[in-house]
């Protein structure tokens, strides 16, 4: 499909993904989140920002961190990184994240695994679509971003107000008003933010 607020783009997403979980719960056991089956609204809108002013990202090297289906790092290779990593804990989100790469014709290096207790590598850009929805993980998240910041990377963070961002640090360089984007529980989210550091 081509997501009405990202028409650039062809995502392989889920129909239903509440009946996607069932299904993937029944083969490999309960607990598992395919948070990946859909373009959640922080993403959405930090991929909007991407596209539009895409001098933020070309020629630099780009890391996409809790990438999910991987649409903010797709938005990233399209504005013309020099090279962009998509990072997550699944290894289906980085699968579909293959998927949709391909769809949209560009290349981008998968990583799987927690980069939360390092700094981003040698990465100039550190991109967060909607990453900060639970407290523990907004911690962790907030603690790598500021030392990837400390060590001079460009820090853009989608993020639909679910209360746990300390944005303190950054400052609201978007905002774009929405409906009926992304998930099917975040049907009632009217605005999403898009933050930086200042730079």
Request: net charge negative; charged share 20%; glycine share 12%.
């Amino acid at each position: 499909m081509r997501p009405p607020f990202l028409p650039e783009l062809w995502l392989h997403l889920a129909d239903d993904a509440i009946v996607l979980q069932a299904r993937l719960e029944a083969q490999i056991g309960p607990g598992f989140t395919p948070f990946w089956t859909n373009a959640w609204v922080g993403g959405q809108a930090l991929t909007r920002f991407v596209l539009d002013h895409p001098h933020l990202v070309s020629g630099r090297r780009v890391l996409d961190v809790a990438s999910g289906c991987g649409v903010v790092g797709i938005a990233a290779a399209k504005a013309g990184a020099a090279a962009v990593t998509a990072n997550d804990i699944d290894p289906y989100a980085l699968a579909a994240t293959a998927m949709n790469a391909d769809v949209n014709g560009v290349t981008l290096r998968t990583a799987e695994g927690d980069l939360l207790d390092g700094s981003g590598g040698d990465a100039e850009v550190v991109l967060v679509g909607d990453a900060f929805y639970d407290s523990d993980l907004a911690e962790r998240m907030h603690a790598f971003l500021r030392r990837a910041a400390a060590r001079g990377a460009r820090i853009l963070v989608g993020d639909p107000n679910r209360g746990h961002l300390p944005d303190r640090w950054l400052v609201t360089l978007a905002r774009y008003r929405i409906s009926g984007l992304g998930a099917a529980e975040d049907s009632g989210i009217t605005e999403v933010s898009v933050l930086g550091n200042r730079r």
